[in-house]
């Protein structure tokens, strides 16, 4: 009896150990497959960081043996709107292009008026008049009476609430643009609010300008800003007179990049400024 407990026991522990062992290298393998996935999303980044890509160059999205792939997006960071432009110097008509926003996105009229005069209380030096729907500074709330340093700190903004509580509110903005929109990346809802656009010419514009993109060498849809401005309708005298809302190939962009291998997944936003052959790094999140 004794030895067959002592069998007993010898073939428990043997069990334990080869479970442990097992469990070790598996262990081992998803860190391996982790750290491959994380070596694809940095090879896409790679990839779309090279002066001579666009967001419809073939070898955005490439695939391994083993599992392992990368996808990569690059999108024009002037289609987004940069807030700290439409602040800037309190334009009425900036303002008003803001506002029109809000109210795409369902703020009420008092909401709107809230949240902008709250952003403009929130970005003006200190020692001005307080905006009329702005919030009173207190114990509990204070501007600190400068531009905006991150989408993420418009939530800090008294009145924010109605924007921030919205389903991927931070998607339009920015503050890492030129300012104008930009022709070769904005969304025909935020060119309908451009004046004298419309959403009917914004709709036509960004539809012709997907057929025509991966049309060419470079990966352009519009070879220059008379060709961009010939398919949207408007001369070149309109243009300049729309130049605080519209412009032409911001040399900033936003890059996505999800690597892959087998059922691990790492992803890298980056916003990066090309100049030519160089760049430079402006934001960089990774998961």
Known sequence: MLALWALVLLSAILFAWIVRINEGID???????SLEARAMAHSGLAVAMHPGVTKTSPHLNNRFDHGRSYRVTIESEGGRLNLNYLLAGGDPARLKFLKDYLALRGLTFHEREVLVDCLLDWTAPAGGTRR?????EGPDYHPPHRPLQSVEEIAEVAGSGPLTSLPRWKDDLTLMSRGPLDLEGVSAELLGLVPGI????AQQFVKTRKKLEGGR???RAFKDIPEALSYLGISQEQ?????????????VQRI??????????????VVVQKNGATSQILL???K
Do not use: C, I, T
């Open 27 to 33: 262990g081992v393998q998803q860190a391996n497959r």
């Open 132 to 136: 009329l729907n702005g919030v009173p």
């Open 198 to 201: 419309g959403a009917q010419r």
């Open 217 to 219: 060498p470079d990966g």
């Open 239 to 251: 243009f300049s007179q729309l130049s605080g809302f519209l412009g032409f190939r911001d040399p």
């Open 256 to 269: 996505r990049s999800k690597g892959a291998a087998g059922e691990s997944v790492h992803e890298l936003e």
């Open 284 to 286: 960089w999140s990774e």
